[in-house]
């Protein structure tokens, strides 16, 4: 019968329960610190979805306009106008991938004090039809009526030296324009579109208080489609410029609630 063996065991592979601890704490640590780039990433790349969408809606808005016959005069009564008449059928074209709600909360989250509802659209929303998208999108050339206005828009008289608000709808100013083109086929009713048009081409209280320019602001810095979803609370956090703006020129830019800002800072170049 055989002895006992003189040789000597080999011990267990594997991982004593300390280097398994060892790695665990590794693998936790290394995900801490990727998690919040990997969301980073994922927030960025949803921004230039947004940007991207904003620019189509650009294009739709120009071949509105044009097939119109008109150049920047006559734009789309609603944003999602584009939608049915075939220049963006796409319906997540109107929805910016930050807004969790797919459009539902309108063009500015609920949290916001100044919500403009007039400007929402989707199915049934301010007279839209039933299969109308959704948009996360604030259309600043909509046709609902414009209760801002009077008192804000402004005209530079050369005669009198002195800016003047369109006392009435009709009233005509130095160029003989008046606010209210009747291009929505109602008299002495005052439209977004109508004020925004007058307010590009001749200025408001704010540009001719805080500049030397008796005219109107550049295509380049006055918005058309606004996207408010890239921000928290649009309230608080007036001092950070993540809103984006698509301008009339077709370009975007970041601003803060308050785009006229960005439109005086840049006013150099022009």
Known sequence: MNGPSNQR???ASGFTLTELLVVVSILGLLVGLLLPVLAQARRHARITQCMSQLKQHHSGILQYDMSNDTYKTNFPPRLTTL???????????????????????GGKPAIATSQYTETDEGPAINGLPA?????????EFNSATCGWWNGWVEYYDMGSGGFFTPSVPGDPNKDGDVIDTNVDGSTGRITWQETK?????YGDQFLHTNTSFTSGYPGTWFPVVRCFWHVKDPDTENFIPEIKNLAM?????DSTPQWENVAIENLDDF
Do not use: I, T
């Open 9 to 11: 065991r080999r011990p």
């Open 197 to 201: 048009f007058y307010q590009q081409k």
């Open 83 to 105: 939608f049915h008449e075939g220049y963006g059928q796409d319906a997540r074209l109107y929805q910016c991938p930050l807004d969790p709600n797919g459009g539902r909360e």
């Open 131 to 139: 299969n109308n998208p959704y948009s996360s999108y604030m259309y």
């Open 249 to 253: 020129d077709g370009n975007v830019f």
